[in-house]
C-alpha cells in the first residue's frame, strides 16, 4: 500500500515524496480473489497439530526438542486417513531467541508435512492459556490438567509495552516474508482467538486491560503480514458470542477480524445445531469459510455431528488435537480446576489418534477418510451396519 509522505524545503518549498512500505505491499483480496483461490484447493480437512512430545510452542520449535522423526510418523498417521491440513502454532520468542534456527526448522518440517502431501496453516500469536512465556528448557505436563504448558504470544509483558513492538513488527515480517511464495503453506492465521483473555480456569492472572491492547494491535499484525506481498490469505477466527453476521454486534477485536480476514475462520465446539447455525453467519460474508477448531466430544462437538455439515457447506475442517501426548488435551476443560490425577476421563475431550498409533475411535478415523475421499461438496452415505 502506498503512503504519501509531504517534507517541506528549507527554502519553503513542499516536495511531495512518494514512497512504498514496502514496494511489494499487497492490497487485501477481494471476495471474488479469494473464491477463485479457494475454487482451486481441495477440501481442506486435518487437525491442530502438536507432536506428543512437545507440551506447547517451545517444545515443537526450539532446537533440543525439536523431534522430526515423531513428526513424520504422526502426519503419516494423518495423511492414512485422508487428512491434508494442519494448524500449527509458532510464538514471536522463539524467532527472537533463533531467528535462523526456528525458519530453518519450519522448512524441515514443511518438507516433511509436503512429503505426505499435507499443507500448512501457520499461527503467528496467540491469547490462549499462560500469559507469561519463557523459552528453554519447558516444565514437565501437570498431572492430569489439559493443556498445562500452553503459551501466549506475544505475552502479557509485550502485548502491555509497545516499545516492544518493532520485534513483534520484524517477527511477522520476516517469517511471513521468508515463507511468503511456499505453496507448502496453505493460509497464515495472524492471531488465535485475540479478544480470549487467557483460559485455563483462573489459574493465570488475567492481563490488565487486554482486549483494548489487542484491538490496538491486531490491525497493525494485519498491515505488517500484508506489506511483504504473501501469496496465502491472511484471517483469524471469530470464537465467541453469537450474531456474527451482524457487526453491530461485534467487539472492537472481532470487527478488526471480519474487515481484515481475506478467508473467513471460525471455532465452535458445540452441538452440530450451533455449529450449523455458526458457520451459515460466516458463510454470510461471501468469502471461503474455514473452522479451524472445534470437536470436544464431552461438549457435544463431535466429528460424526460437525465434520459431514463441514463437507456438505465446503467448510475446511480442522480439528483440536491429534495425538494424545504431552498436551494432554483428552482431558476436558474442567480438568484446570478438577485435575484427573487418578482417572481417565470416561470420554476423551480431544486428541484422534493414541500414542502408539491406534485410532482413538475407528468409526471417526474411517468416516474422516471417507468423507476426504469424497468431491468438494458430497456428504456420500453411511455404509450399512453388516
Not at 483461490?37 to 533440543?64: C, H, L, S
Not at 495423511?79 to 509458532?90: C, D, E, F, P, S
Not at 452415505?381 to 453388516?386: E, S
Request: aromatic content about 12%; some cysteine; charged content about 25%.
Amino acid at each position: 500500500m502506498l503512503r504519501r509522505t509531504f517534507l517541506a524545503a528549507t527554502a519553503g518549498v513542499a516536495v511531495a515524496i512518494m514512497a512504498a512500505s514496502p514496494a511489494a505491499a499487497r492490497e487485501m483480496w477481494t471476495k471474488a480473489a479469494a473464491n477463485e483461490w479457494y475454487d482451486k484447493q481441495p477440501w481442506m480437512v486435518g487437525a491442530n497439530y502438536n507432536p506428543r512430545t512437545a507440551i506447547n510452542q517451545f517444545e515443537m520449535w526450539q532446537a533440543d526438542t525439536f523431534d522430526p522423526r515423531t513428526i513424520d510418523q504422526e502426519l503419516g498417521w494423518a495423511a492414512g486417513i485422508g487428512m491434508n491440513t494442519m494448524r500449527v502454532y509458532l510464538h514471536n520468542m522463539l524467532w527472537e531467541d533463533d531467528a535462523a534456527g526456528l525458519k530453518q526448522r519450519m522448512d524441515q518440517f514443511l518438507q516433511i508435512a509436503d512429503k505426505h502431501k499435507i499443507r500448512i496453516m501457520f499461527v503467528l500469536f496467540d491469547s490462549c492459556w499462560d500469559p507469561d512465556p519463557v523459552s528453554g528448557p519447558q516444565h514437565p505436563p501437570i498431572p492430569g490438567v489439559h493443556n498445562s504448558g500452553w503459551m501466549q504470544a506475544p505475552g502479557a509483558a509485550r502485548l502491555a509495552d509497545k516499545s516492544q513492538y518493532d520485534k513483534l513488527e520484524a517477527y511477522v515480517k520476516d517469517v511471513v516474508g521468508h515463507f511468503k511464495n511456499d505453496r507448502r503453506i496453505v493460509a497464515w492465521d495472524v492471531w488465535n482467538e485475540p479478544n480470549n483473555e487467557g483460559g485455563g480456569g483462573g489459574s493465570y492472572e488475567p492481563t490488565p486491560n487486554k482486549k483494548k491492547l489487542v484491538a490496538g494491535l491486531l490491525g497493525q499484525v494485519f498491515d505488517w503480514a500484508y506489506s511483504v506481498d504473501p501469496t496465502q490469505p491472511l484471517t483469524s477466527g471469530l470464537w465467541i458470542g453469537d450474531h456474527w453476521d451482524d457487526k453491530t454486534k461485534l467487539d472492537a477485536v472481532e470487527k478488526i477480524q471480519v474487515a481484515r480476514s481475506e478467508v473467513m475462520s471460525f471455532h465452535d465446539y458445540n452441538w452440530p445445531e450451533k455449529f450449523e447455525e455458526r458457520a451459515n453467519q460466516m458463510l454470510s460474508y461471501g468469502r471461503p469459510v474455514l473452522c479451524t477448531e472445534y470437536m470436544a466430544r464431552g461438549n457435544g462437538s463431535t466429528f460424526d455431528g460437525s465434520l459431514p455439515i463441514g463437507k456438505r457447506k465446503n467448510i475446511a475442517m480442522i480439528n483440536w488435537g491429534f495425538v494424545d501426548g504431552k498436551s494432554q488435551t483428552r482431558f476436558p476443560w474442567d480438568s484446570w480446576k478438577k485435575p484427573y490425577t487418578y482417572e481417565e476421563p470416561t470420554i476423551w475431550f480431544h486428541e484422534v489418534f493414541r500414542a502408539d498409533g491406534r485410532p482413538y475411535r475407528k468409526a471417526e478415523t474411517d468416516l474422516i477418510k471417507r468423507l476426504s475421499a469424497a468431491p468438494k461438496g458430497v456428504v456420500p452415505p453411511t455404509p450399512a451396519l453388516r
